[in-house]
């Protein structure tokens, strides 16, 4: 063995370390594990940069500022809410929302859509008393299955995509994906709407649980008319800093102040309403503060905005205490507890640590909805906010417009990456969008992972790693010759996505994927093809991808629920992509 490849080795396990651990972010961990191909020579300072121009990379930034357009013109969640009516049944429910995301997230990036998709299914659940946990989980495998139609439906074909150009393969055409996404999402429906729902857990989701056991979470308190606060401000009666306390608002005659300013003045009879330990509240009554306990908790939904938002992959709060977000300065809102796998965190709201997929519950003030519409920080998913007099002129434009451009795509007319330049442009000519929204658009971590994870790919190439798997595999498993080794590729690929990124397991399989079709003389772009359904194909973890992040907490499920569920779905999806594969793209040179 090589140094080399020893080097590429500890790099590696390095980069699986660091993005299953959640030390640094998912973009430093590929920033330093390039940095170390590079220092070593093992791959050059232009093969290290490549990924930037590369053209997949750059059509997954265009692609999600369309996403974005699209999302903002309000037609995907008009046409969502006739096809999601109230007055369907469980099972129409389950089978109308399965069949439209999964065909949207074809097209659209699917992360967008389970967040608009959310609060539409949530609202449904709480009014038909029906717990979300029953749905949350198909909408996520929707998203997930409808994505591997088409080469845009997820960033992790463009990526894979983007690998295959840099080693010198033609580009993969939009629909060949179809082959295999098509009956696998149809398998994958009918599994789940035949069979799948009776494995769904029925769980009490944590807004339901904040409201009828309110006291765990805020302890309500009357300002006495003997009280020594009264005509006190908030600094100066020392309520900025109690010990596992913290003063979210104030209720005076109908009125509430949120947040409270260092500078209120305490009033008699008003209603002081702390959040955290509320253990800590004895200490706060007994004291001669002047505060009493009321005779009954009479908080409720009319007093107080509640809002339940889900920490996403990407959020700027990652790795934050509470207390350092400046929340609620940026979004006007309080947090009220912090749920991570089903369980509420306990201790200091101001000391937890926020991590992907935490559930906040959130006591808004009346701008939370103006400063978190464009943030990229969390999804709302316990209210939803109206959209009144959408242009359906405009939305459909915007929409079909976008169809369009695949369509002429797919047609070999034009090429994805000019459609999608031509069509931003025109957005912007006809104002439909602007530069700023533009920017918003952009997820330059995920292009920096993208663009840095097809490095990686070169460096495993380079440094000869891949084409020493591959003839292990190919002699471990000659036995069963082609399909056995295209199995062997998928196993692999799918097995690391559910622990670390659908993109870190496809640049790390790749070119293990490609040497095995070199070694065993065959076309490669069915083991490509096999890299990306195995990375995208995550239903047995909720940290796989990042759609099972976002209904995780949202859905108050365990771990072992995504086992139970996706297990049987994922065996499936296996057969079916690895004979599929086989049978339509399988050629030997």
């Known amino acids: 063995m090589s140094f080399d490849i020893v080097i590429v080795i500890f790099t590696l396990i390095f980069l699986l370390w660091g993005l299953y651990s959640e030390k640094f972010h998912p973009a430093a961990v590929f920033f330093i594990a390039v940095s170390i191909l590079t220092v070593f020579k093992i791959i050059s300072p232009s093969e290290a940069l490549s990924g930037f121009s590369n053209p997949s990379i750059v059509a997954i930034l265009l692609l999600l500022i369309v996403s974005n357009?699209?999302?903002?013109?309000?037609?995907?969640?008009?046409?969502?809410?006739?096809?999601?009516?109230?007055?369907?049944?469980?099972?129409?429910?389950?089978?109308?929302?399965?069949?439209?995301v999964s065909s949207v997230s074809a097209f659209l990036n699917n992360t967008p859509i389970v967040a608009m998709l959310l609060p539409y299914v949530y609202q449904w659940s709480k009014k038909k008393g029906i717990s979300p946990s029953k749905l949350l989980i198909?909408?996520?495998?929707?998203?997930?299955?409808?994505?591997?139609?088409?080469?845009?439906?997820?960033?992790?074909?463009?990526?894979?995509?983007?690998?295959?150009?840099?080693?010198?393969?033609?580009s993969i055409h939009i629909f060949d994906f179809a082959y295999v996404g098509i009956p696998a999402t149809i398998v994958g429906f009918l599994y789940i709407y035949l069979f799948g729902y009776k494995l769904l857990p029925?769980?009490?989701?944590?807004?339901?649980s904040f409201l009828e056991r309110k006291k765990e979470y805020i302890v309500e308190t009357i300002v006495r008319g003997n009280s020594k606060l009264v005509g006190k401000s908030i600094k100066e009666a020392k309520l900025r800093n109690?010990?596992?306390?913290?003063?979210?608002?104030?209720?005076?005659?109908?009125?509430?102040?949120?947040?409270?300013?260092?500078?209120?003045?305490?009033?008699?009879?008003?209603?002081?309403?702390?959040?955290?330990q509320t253990e800590a509240i004895t200490d706060l009554i007994s004291s001669d503060y002047g505060l009493s306990l009321p005779d009954f908790c009479n908080i409720n939904e009319e007093k107080v905005d509640i809002v339940e938002v889900v920490v996403s992959n990407n959020s700027s709060l990652i790795n934050k205490k509470v207390r350092e977000t400046d929340f609620r300065a940026k979004y006007d809102a309080?947090?009220?507890?912090?749920?991570?796998?089903?369980?509420?965190?306990?201790?200091?709201i101001g000391e937890i640590v926020l991590k992907p997929g935490d559930l906040l519950l959130l006591l808004t003030g009346k701008d939370f909805w103006k400063r978190a519409e464009d943030t990229t920080d969390f999804y709302i998913i316990s209210k939803i906010k109206e959209i009144f007099n959408i242009d359906r002129k405009k939305g459909n434009f915007i929409f079909f417009g976008f169809i369009g451009v695949i369509l002429l795509s797919a047609l070999n007319i034009i090429p994805?990456?000019?459609?999608?330049?031509?069509?931003?442009?025109?957005?912007?000519?006809?104002?439909?969008?602007?530069?700023?929204?533009?920017?918003?658009?952009?997820?330059i971590n995920l292009a920096v992972i993208a663009a840095l994870s097809i490095a990686v790919g070169k460096g495993i190439i380079n440094s000869g790693l891949a084409e020493l798997i591959a003839l292990n595999i190919k002699n471990f498993l000659l036995p069963l010759g082609i399909i056995g080794a295209l199995a062997g590729i998928y196993i692999i690929t799918n097995i690391l996505t559910e622990f670390v990124t659908n993109i870190a397991a496809a640049s790390i399989v790749f070119p293990i994927a490609l040497s095995t079709a070199n070694i065993l003389s065959v076309e490669p772009i069915a083991f490509i093809l096999a890299v990306a359904f195995g990375a995208s194909a995550s239903f047995i973890t909720p940290i796989g991808y990042q759609t099972n992040l976002m209904v995780y907490s949202a859905g108050n499920y365990k771990f072992k629920d995504f086992i139970k569920v996706g297990l049987p779905l994922s065996i499936l999806y296996g057969i079916i992509c690895i004979i599929v594969l086989y049978v339509v793209f399988v050629k030997v040179s």
């Open 242 to 276: 109690l010990k596992g306390l913290f003063l979210a608002e104030i209720l005076r005659k109908n009125k509430k102040i949120s947040p409270v300013s260092p500078e209120e003045i305490i009033e008699k009879g008003d209603i002081l309403i702390f959040v955290g």
């Open 138 to 170: 198909p909408l996520s495998y929707a998203a997930i299955l409808g994505g591997t139609i088409t080469l845009i439906g997820t960033s992790t074909n463009l990526v894979v995509n983007g690998l295959a150009l840099e080693n010198g393969i033609n």
């Open 416 to 443: 994805l990456f000019t459609g999608l330049i031509l069509l931003i442009a025109l957005f912007v000519l006809f104002k439909f969008s602007t530069y700023s929204e533009i920017k918003k658009g952009l997820d």
């Open 334 to 348: 309080a947090i009220l507890a912090v749920h991570r796998n089903g369980e509420k965190l306990k201790g200091k």
């Open 202 to 208: 029925n769980r009490e989701d944590p807004l339901k």
């Open 69 to 100: 357009i699209i999302q903002k013109s309000g037609i995907v969640n008009y046409y969502f809410s006739k096809i999601l009516s109230d007055n369907l049944s469980y099972k129409s429910f389950l089978g109308r929302m399965f069949l439209s």
